[in-house]
């Protein structure tokens, strides 16, 4: 039962790379999200999906790009690291009658 | 936009004892979710609950969607209840709204 999976777990990339963060949920669910969670904060939305093919902007979507060609995989993209995108990322997925299930984050350090 | 207060923002317990934690929101809200981040990181959800009451173990929960707020009750606490416990609210569409948090640590 994995649930939700992010790949990788940690990166440090340097000012003006990009990469691409891998969500994968086995759960079926409908709904897909991306936040970043930065020190002594909450979390805030970057973006969101209500299904394959669908995607939508957050509180945060500037500077990132999304996108969910499967059902079950929900990507986040930076094509221009900047040290502010320096955070916590998780991934998430819900249905219409169930809470969210986090994955386990990804640690990305812009240097 | 809503806005999400959570009380308080650190707790400190010795083992055992209860605590309520309080979440408060400026808007009417459609769903209503606690979690627990645990001191490595990892978020897990406790509660889904728009309306009502729910229990689970240790931990209940009560959502009084009229009067805009939900409190997070755990009883005789552990020490692996330390973490940060988040509400986080919905009004429509999947725009969730994260409170910032309480952080609670247990003494053994």
């Known amino acids: 039962n994995a649930g939700v999976t992010q790949t990788p777990k940690f990166r440090v990339l340097k000012t003006g790379q990009s990469m691409t963060l891998l969500c994968a949920q086995d759960m079926n669910h409908e709904y897909m999200y991306w936040y970043r969670q930065d020190p002594g904060m909450g979390l805030r939305l970057i973006h969101y999906s209500v299904g394959e093919g669908t995607t939508a902007k957050g509180e945060v979507p500037d500077g990132y790009n999304v996108s969910r060609l499967k059902k079950q995989n929900f990507l986040l993209g930076l094509e221009s690291a900047a040290p502010s995108q320096t955070s916590v990322y998780f991934c998430?997925?819900?249905?219409?009658?169930?809470?969210?299930?986090f994955g386990s984050g990804t640690r990305l350090t812009v240097v | 936009g809503i806005q999400v207060e959570q009380s308080p923002p650190d707790l400190i317990l010795q083992e055992g004892a209860n605590s309520t934690l309080r979440c408060n929101f400026s808007?009417?809200?459609?769903?209503l979710q606690w979690f627990h981040q645990n001191p490595w990181g990892q978020l897990i959800n406790l509660f889904y609950i728009p309306s009502g009451t729910k229990q689970n173990g240790r931990l209940s929960a009560t959502t009084v969607a009229t009067e805009r707020y939900s409190l997070l009750y755990i009883s005789s606490s552990q020490t692996t209840d330390s973490g940060v416990y988040f509400c986080a609210v919905g009004t429509g569409g999947l725009k969730t709204i994260f409170g910032a948090g309480t952080r609670l640590f247990v003494k053994a």
């Open positions: 808007d009417s809200v459609n769903n």
């Open positions: 998430a997925s819900s249905s219409n009658s169930a809470g969210y299930t």
